[in-house]
């Protein structure tokens, strides 16, 4: 494969980096700015978001680098939105209700939830098609 081949899903590649070191931020900000600040439950969810970004920018990072092995540049390029939808939608609705005071929010998150599942569900396919 080349670099022309893998190059529509370098933005993955970057995205999924980027994502990857601000979940590292926000886990470092949780873990020592929000200690004493909001409560244990606050905290909880704060460090829900964080996990769920960083696996989902892992994922993004897997995507990026699959079309090596043959698979479907296509369906893992609307894997990667899907992906990046859900971090967005569900850990950035998880830190906003947490940090701020916009319950309306909350709505928001299974939403990211779903984006997460249909971007596995888009690799699954991936890599059935191979």
């Not at 470092?28 to 929000?34: K, Q, R």
């Amino acid at each position: 494969m080349t670099v022309r081949q893998i190059e529509p899903l370098r933005p993955a590649l970057v995205l999924g980096a980027l994502f990857a070191l601000l979940a590292v931020m926000a886990g470092a900000f949780g873990a020592h700015g929000l200690r004493g600040v909001i409560d244990e439950r606050g905290l909880e969810v704060f460090q829900t978001a964080v996990t769920y970004q960083i696996y989902h920018s892992l994922a993004l990072i897997l995507v990026a680098i699959l079309p090596v092995a043959g698979l479907s540049r296509r369906l893992l390029g609307i894997a990667a939105g899907f992906f990046v939808a859900g971090i967005l939608l569900f850990s950035g609705s998880l830190y906003l209700l947490v940090l701020t005071d916009l319950r309306w929010m909350g709505p928001v998150t299974p939403v990211g939830g779903i984006g997460f599942m249909v971007g596995w569900i888009l690799v699954l396919m991936a890599g059935f098609r191979r």
